[in-house]
């Protein structure tokens, strides 16, 4: 089993920055990937970003694509995500996520490990 920790949420104003970290332990040699989804009240879980641990490629929804990054840190089996120039529709829990195989990256339910969730709040 693989256990996923997040933190860094919180209220900001839009066009502020948040920084959400997720930090992983237990049997981590066997995830390929990790990433995040996010949900907002009355809406289906959505695929944010995800990065494969050993190459590094990153993937992204549309929506963030140049204002979020995800990166990664091996060595603390840690992975981040850099949110810039949030805007009040990137209101949701932020969930951290790991899988085992790299097919569907962007499938919720094709994700072996959740994280709690951590909420992020982008006031307008």
């Known amino acids: 089993q693989v256990q996923l920790v997040e933190s860094g949420g919180g209220l900001v104003q839009a066009g502020g920055s948040l920084r959400l970290s997720c930090a992983a332990s237990?049997?981590?040699?066997?995830?390929?990937?990790m990433g995040w989804f996010r949900q907002a009240p009355g809406k289906e879980r959505e695929f944010v970003a995800s990065v494969s641990l050993r190459v590094g490629n990153t993937y992204y929804t549309d929506s963030v694509k140049g204002r979020f990054t995800i990166s990664r840190d091996n060595a603390k089996n840690s992975v981040y995500l850099q949110m810039n120039s949030l805007k009040p529709e990137d209101t949701a829990v932020y969930y951290c996520v790991g899988k085992t195989n790299p097919q569907r990256l962007w499938r919720a339910d094709d994700y072996d490990y959740w994280g709690q969730g951590t909420q992020v709040t982008v006031s307008s």
């Open positions: 237990g049997r981590t040699f066997s995830v390929y990937a």
